[in-house]
């Protein structure tokens, strides 16, 4: 309270370091919770079995990649505990362009995916198809408009068919709906001439299938591993920006502790010669310091909490999820978890901790009798 105006300055900086470090990770805790359960929504469900040859990344792999639907998988299937799909590739020819696609085949009747499948269940017209939102706009498509298609069965041979965009849905997430055109398996089975037939297999939260013969699992660790570094990588820039935010505060509380120490040689001097040893001056000194954490950690709390609680019910909307190509919504709710405001709390106190001290073990070199005559050595 002495230091008077510096000490409040030191907590404000602080504080300010405090809400923004919590806000920013909340941030990015709240976009990895929303990209991870959009994309288990839109692609991976719980985890997919795989053709051992194929590769999402690689559609060359995707013409040999199709196994034959066991019994024991198609009891599962009709359970609602697996979803087959089959992959292949084509090119689409909308208004006289063409456009490399990856035609999709999946049950109409599956509940697994968030995708619209039950627009494909149509007896009477077979070439029902459903896109995304971001290829709709990139091939001028709209709801009944009729797409001309062009892809290659397993045996090499060209075929062409017009399919109907019987619905068009909307999506954050890049890789349900980029250059991805979703068909009725049973349709895309017959085009292909692969009946029975799927390049992998989505599975369910109830799914009791362990590992069926000719098929490898993939669990949302090997799914979700780009997403992951996209956000590790995000995290590296944050702990950087929080860096400097410390160093800011941390100069600050270390500089007014300098002055301190400078300041009050005689009242240091004092102290040791009645008695107490320099471990407990220091001690003084350094809790000092410290408490420039405690009061920037209720002061943050004052401002902090309101504003941040705002943002929670809001969100912030970015707009340029569509624009990027990465799982990113309109609109990010952040996430402020108690392991991240405790964590945060305690960088803070023992950052400004250990700045505090540095400066006050000069007062372990200092002789009470020059203290006494405010000589510093």
Known sequence: MGAGLRTWLNVA????AFVVIIFYNGMLDGWNRQGRNDTIAWVTGAGQFWHPGFDRFDPY???DSHNLLSPEIVSEVEKKNLSPVL????????QGRSLGVILKGIDPEQTILSLPSSALKDEINQDNAI???RFAESANLKKGDKLLIRWRDKNGTFDAREVNIAEIFNCDVPEADNG?????????????GMQNEASYLVAGENNPVKNPDNWIFRD?????????KLILSKRVGASIMQVFLLLIALIAIFDTQVLSIFRRQ??????????MT?????????VEGGTHSILATLLGALYGIPLLLLINKTGISFGIGQNMNITLADTIYPYYSLKLIISTILLVILSATIVSYLPSRKIAKMKPTDALKGKLQ
């Open 87 to 94: 992959v292949s590739q084509a090119t689409a020819f909308p």
């Open 278 to 286: 320099r471990i407990q001056v220091v001690g003084i000194f350094t």
């Open 61 to 63: 792999t995707f013409q």
């Open 13 to 16: 900086v602080l504080s300010f």
């Open 266 to 275: 005689k009242e240091i001097g004092t102290y040791i010669a009645l008695g």
């Open 131 to 133: 896109v995304g939102k």
């Open 220 to 228: 949302l660790s090997f799914l979700l591993a780009d997403f992951d």
């Open 180 to 192: 991805q055109v979703y068909l009725s398996i049973n349709n895309l089975q017959k085009m292909m």
